[in-house]
């Protein structure tokens, strides 16, 4: 795995100052051709291959590395009409990309069909609607898998407790809708949920939808959307998954799959977290220590607004004194600048001796991380940079607060 280097980290953190993030493009590209790799279909037609990964967009949109990755061939997973106009001014070809509703407004519905792009239906509601408005479109349904994994219970997107997709029970309404108002059904999808470690409920996803995906009920598919969920390694001493070992058997199921239905289809996988996650680092300043009786706590100059995983999901991010790498070692609350109990980035996490103006690195930053960002406490984001073939780019600016003031009151 290609990482950047403390030294490196160090000198950037130190020439245009903290809290700011720093993406790794070396390793955001790496991790997408993992995929070809790992997921080897035979050749089934005259294209090179048949597997889509669709960047999920959601997880980082920063410009520059959605550029990078349209270099290397991806395209897209959209969720919100502003994902859509970003994707096109960048140059991506509506053909490349796949607009996933979630509980969509008829205004949204009618602005991605303008669009030209794809849109991915999820609820019986919005089939009825879409099709009533558009009959005889191309359409991709979204099925709840009816598999229920994740790594947190709000990132389960499985099971009937959760908003997305349709249920398998109701594939009789699908076919019903369909037949309607003449749709054409081009694409099936589901998504199980997020970090998922069990490979054996992803498979029974997968297999889940290829059951009803079948001549008589789709006659017309041109592609399989297994989503993302893919695992990412947030602990050091975590075990990663064996994911050669998964597209091999994922190849075989599909394969067996087109066989079956009796046409080669285009298999499509949607990760985002996988991506860039590894990428990415936010580095701090540490500014306050206090000791209250039995707890060092180490205050830093950013905080959830800028990093909410660990209060949002109770995640784990590691965090490496890049200062005092050789410190004794000791535990701390690593906490933020925010007013909230909540805004803390580790717990009596054991970490090289701290001191006041140490610079932190939080790993695996590179995901929901930025793009889950906000303007709490009116506390700008940081500057982004992209640190690829060995020179380090900014790619989005630090606002002052005054500049931050003017563009939000803005008559």
Known sequence: MTQLSSETLLKAAKKYKTPLFIYNGDLILERYNDFFKFIRLKKMNSRKSNLRILYAMKANYNPEILKLLKKQGAWLDLVSPGEAVLALKLGFRKEHLLFTENNMTNEEMHKIRKLGILINIGSLSRLEKFGKTYPKSEVCIRFNPDVIAGEHEKVITGGDLTKFGILLSDLDQVKNIVKRYKLKVVGLHEHTGSGISDMNKVFQSIQNLMNIATRENFPKLKFLDFGGGFKVQYHPQEIRVNYAEFGLKVSRMFEKFCRKYGRTLDLYFEPGKYIVAESGYLIV???????????????????????????????????????????????????????????????????????????????????????????????????????????????????????????????
Do not use: W
């Open 285 to 411: 300043e540490v500014n306050t220590l206090k000791k209250n009786k039995s707890r060092l706590i180490a205050g830093t100059n950013s905080g959830f607004n800028h990093l909410i995983r660990p209060v949002l999901y109770n995640a784990y991010h590691h965090i490496t004194n890049l200062s005092n790498p050789d410190g004794k070692i000791r535990k701390y609350d690593i906490v933020g600048n925010i007013c909230e109990t909540g805004d803390t980035f580790a717990s009596d996490r054991k970490i090289p001796e701290i001191r006041e103006y140490d610079l932190l690195a939080i790993h695996n930053a590179g995901a929901y991380c930025y793009s889950m960002g906000s303007l709490y406490n009116l506390r700008p984001m940081p500057a982004e940079f992209l640190y690829a073939n060995g020179n380090l780019k900014m790619v989005s600016k630090r606002m002052s607060e005054e500049e931050l003031i003017e563009k939000i009151f803005k008559d």
